[in-house]
């Protein structure tokens, strides 16, 4: 027995080597093909030996000249098979590629993997599902914001399965479905494809388009779809627009404000103005033309639907106003009396947006004056000089112009003793002989009850009357409230009435005293003023006539100078010439020596050739040379002529003004000033042409 054995293994071992056993080196793979078309399944064999066949489904297949043929030569050991005019009921399915034993001792026959030869049948028909009904293209579903929807896509009579994908819009959503594919009733070649869909609703899907695509090879365009709209239905969403001007005037400017809701289905809007549960309206716009400051305010929006409802939105109407009712109150709100050095607070109100900033001025006799600025004027250390009206005006800026009010007046009184009124003239000058007027102003309240004049031992009350060349006139009452002016009056000055004089005021709160000083001064006579006038015009008259006749005889700086030669002496140079060349025919050496040495200069060549650049021998410009010196004299004579002016003006003046004899002097001496000053400046004026 084991002898036997071992003579079997020998005898494959001689047999494995000396042949070599056949095998595949490409096996049938799945295949589709379209209905009609031709198809090869692919078999090969190494080192074929048997005969080759093939099987669908396990049941074996001949060759049919135009429908099974071998796609090749099978002696070198190519089986792959031509499946022409393919169809679903004949050539779908599995199959085998086969080859018998190369021999009848060899054991090598080979039988390939099963392949799948899918005969395609595209789907016929697509649709959607929802809510177990079938929703036909084109149609809508009502499915609500931030709820979850179910949809279902199913595909129907195709080979192989679809491949079924969802979108919104152009918005792939596949991630959120799952497919179940089963074949139709009576068949195991055509397919059903369901795929179901699950996905939260969004706002902003509303109305667009949720669809279903069967992907399969066997269609034109690769694909077959449908789609339905999405009606989804959600609670208001609101947003404001405003028209308003960057100030909003009262009166002026209208302002409108839009409250928009997004909604489906569409929603009610309300208005409603912050801290009032009133409505103010149902429509979108909410209007105010014109505006007005009860206008002013917040006021919300909200809309609603079936749905729910929105959140407030609040915008804010800020109305803008100039100023009015402008009041100005005190401390006893009415009229104040403060005393002499006391204090008060006045305080401006007035309504304005925006808020005004406030000036103080007080109404006097001379106009209004500024007193301060802020809402409130603080009067410290009063005098009378603060007593009468104030009034306060109220401004504001509305659309870049300043808008403004003044408030109707407070009267501000002072009571206390006498006060004099400050920055009163204290010193009086006249000339000897003339009346003197002595005025001193004062205020009190109440009035006063004594008013006395006094100077050495002298003492003379207001209205007495004339004593001697003294007269103490009667008070006069000024413009401003509890105020006066005393007058004393000197009759015919004497130099002994140079002196001080005091005025004491009296009333029962108290008195004041103040003084002034009165200054009496020599006359000066007419013939000395006009002797220095006289004087003074004789000098500027000789000193106009010396500058005309250095002018006109060429003396002093108004002489000839440089290269400037009269039209006699140029005639006698040439005349020179011609005779110094009838000799030789140049000017000889030794009379021009001489002629330096005794003092002239002769007349030079350069003295007759044309202009050049530095204008040397040029007859043009020393003649406009000339004329320019004779201007510049000219302007010099009109300048001795300005200080006569002034004399002529001070003495009429000083005619006029004969009681101020200090005022003549000064006049007198700056007269003379001028009049040297003049001079000096035209010599240096000459002194400069003349260098030059």
Not at 531 to 539: D, H, K, P
């Amino acid at each position: 027995m084991d002898m036997e054995f071992r003579f079997f293994i020998f005898s494959l071992m001689l047999i494995g080597f000396g042949n070599t056993l056949q095998q595949f080196s490409n096996q049938p793979e799945y295949t589709e093909v379209n209905p009609g078309q031709s198809v090869v399944l692919s078999c090969k064999v190494q080192d074929k030996g048997g005969q080759c066949i093939w099987q669908r489904d396990r049941r074996p297949i001949g060759m049919y000249a135009g429908k099974y043929e071998w796609a090749a030569d099978r002696d070198s050991g190519d089986c792959s098979l031509r499946i022409s005019n393919a169809k679903l009921d004949f050539d779908d399915g599995l199959w085998e590629c086969q080859v018998t034993n190369s021999a009848i001792d060899v054991l090598d026959s080979l039988t390939s993997e099963p392949a799948q030869l899918v005969v395609r049948v595209p789907p016929q028909m697509v649709s959607i599902v929802y809510n177990g009904s079938h929703v036909e293209r084109p149609g809508n579903i009502t499915v609500q914001s931030d709820t979850n929807a179910m949809v279902q896509c199913v595909s129907a009579g195709a080979n192989p399965v679809p491949n079924l994908r969802w979108f919104i819009g152009d918005e792939e959503i596949s991630h959120n479905a799952y497919q179940m594919n089963s074949t139709m009733e009576g068949t195991s070649k055509s397919w059903i494809a369901t795929s179901t869909l699950e996905f939260k609703i969004r706002r902003d899907q509303h109305n667009r388009i949720l669809r279903c695509v069967s992907e399969h090879e066997a269609l034109l365009e690769k694909k077959l779809e449908t789609g339905i709209k999405l009606n989804v239905q959600y609670a208001p969403v609101v947003s404001l627009r405003t028209s308003l001007p960057a100030d909003l005037e009262e009166g002026v400017d209208s302002a409108s404000i839009l409250c928009e809701a997004d909604a489906n289905p569409p929603a009610t809007i309300i208005w409603r103005k912050v801290g009032s549960l009133e409505i103010l309206g149902l429509q979108e716009n909410l209007e105010f033309d014109p505006i007005d400051r009860n206008h002013a305010g917040s006021y919300t929006c909200e809309a609603r639907n079936a749905i729910g409802s929105s959140e407030l939105v609040e915008s804010t109407v800020d109305v803008k106003y100039p100023p009015s009712d402008v009041l100005v109150f005190g401390a006893n709100d009415g009229n104040l009396i403060v005393p002499v050095g006391g204090s008060t607070r006045l305080e401006c109100q007035a309504d304005a947006k925006p808020a005004p900033l406030f000036k103080w001025f007080q109404k006097t006799e001379d106009g209004m004056i500024p007193r301060g600025e802020g809402r409130f004027l603080v009067l410290s250390s009063m005098s009378y000089e603060y007593q009468g009206e104030y009034h306060c005006s109220a401004s504001n800026i509305i659309s870049n112009r300043e808008r403004s009010a003044i408030s109707s007046s407070i009267s501000v009184k002072i009571t206390g003793p006498p006060q004099f009124v400050p920055f009163t003239d204290q010193h009086v000058t006249v000339t000897k002989g003339e009346d003197a007027i002595l005025r001193l102003a004062f205020c009190s309240n109440p009035k006063p009850s004594k008013i006395t004049w006094q100077w050495g031992h002298i003492t003379l009350e207001a209205g007495a009357g004339l004593q001697g060349r003294y007269v103490a006139e009667a008070i006069i009452k000024s413009k401003r409230a509890n105020c006066y002016e005393a007058r004393l009056r000197i009759q015919r000055t004497e130099q002994t009435d140079s002196r001080f004089f005091s005025l004491t005021v009296e009333n029962e709160k108290g008195s004041d005293l103040s003084t002034l000083t009165l200054h009496v001064t020599e006359s000066v006579s007419l013939a000395a003023v006009v002797g220095v006038i006289v004087a003074c015009l004789m000098l500027l008259i000789l000193v106009t006539l010396c500058l005309l006749y250095a002018f006109r005889s060429e003396r002093c700086c108004f002489s000839s100078k440089g290269n400037l030669k009269s039209s006699s002496d140029i005639e006698k140079g040439k005349l020179d010439l011609s005779l110094s060349n009838g000799h030789n025919g140049k000017l000889s050496s030794t009379s021009s020596n001489s002629s330096i040495k005794s003092g002239k200069a002769s007349l030079q060549y350069a003295d007759l050739q044309l202009p050049r650049a530095s204008n040397n021998g040029s007859m043009r410009a020393k003649s406009n040379r000339a004329a320019l010196k004779g201007t510049h004299t000219f302007t010099i004579f009109l300048m001795g002529q300005f200080p006569f002016v002034i004399f002529i003006v001070s003495f009429f003046w000083g005619t006029r003004n004969r009681g101020d004899t200090r005022k003549t002097v000064v006049w007198m001496l700056l007269t003379v000033a001028l009049g040297s000053h003049g001079s000096v400046v035209a010599g240096s004026r000459q002194l400069k042409i003349c260098i030059l």
